[in-house]
């Protein structure tokens, strides 16, 4: 590796618009999002030449570049975002948004949680996206056809971090000092680890 830039998909004072930048899994595309232009543009890496455009909620999407997570599928089909208090899921070859759902739901919602934007996971072989509610709800989404179901009740306890198993069976979730593993195919409950007298929160796990 030489250290020098290979890529760079418009000038610099361009470039300087765009306040997140995600590869996909292969590498062959780069995706660029824009508070300042409310859009999210898909570049090929090879070509140096835009491929798609997303649609659907754009300007609720990208109003700020601080409270923003994305994240592509393992085959670099789906991308999806958590923000703003939306969970959205577009197809990344036509642009099309699959689904958008409203976290902001329970006696939790409040202003706390544009701080905190939701944990997104998607699931080993791409079909399934995890993502959690105001009031601690993980849902599913099918990344297929974009119906969405609840997985788990929170019961008002905020969850800051989600992880699949390497396998697809089981899902992890951290939050109030514990990490709880969860059994996808029943929704049951395996273990639960931590202390949440001592440990305050949890931000992440992988």
Request: negative net charge; charged residues 20%.
């Amino acid at each position: 590796a030489s250290g020098s830039a290979m890529y760079m998909p418009m000038g610099p004072q361009r470039f300087r618009d765009y306040s997140r930048f995600t590869f996909s899994p292969d590498g062959s595309r780069l995706a660029l999002f824009s508070g300042r232009h409310k859009s999210i543009q898909l570049w090929n890496t090879g070509t140096n030449g835009e491929v798609n455009t997303l649609k659907g909620g754009i300007d609720r999407v990208v109003h700020s570049g601080v409270n923003n997570r994305f994240a592509y599928s393992p085959d670099g089909s789906r991308l999806a975002h958590s923000g703003n208090r939306t969970i959205r899921l577009w197809d990344t070859l036509t642009g099309d948004e699959l689904m958008a759902s409203d976290t902001a739901t329970g006696h939790l919602a409040g202003e706390k949680f544009d701080l905190l934007p939701s944990p997104i996971a998607f699931s080993p072989d791409g079909s399934i996206l995890a993502w959690t509610t105001e009031d601690g709800d993980v849902r599913f989404c099918d990344t297929a056809t974009g119906q969405e179901e609840i997985f788990t009740h929170g019961h008002g306890q905020t969850i800051l971090g989600l992880a699949f198993s390497p396998d697809g069976e089981r899902l992890a979730q951290a939050g109030n000092g514990n990490i709880s593993i969860w059994s996808v195919k029943s929704g049951e409950e395996i273990a639960t680890y931590g202390d949440a007298d001592r440990v305050d929160r949890i931000y992440s796990i992988a």
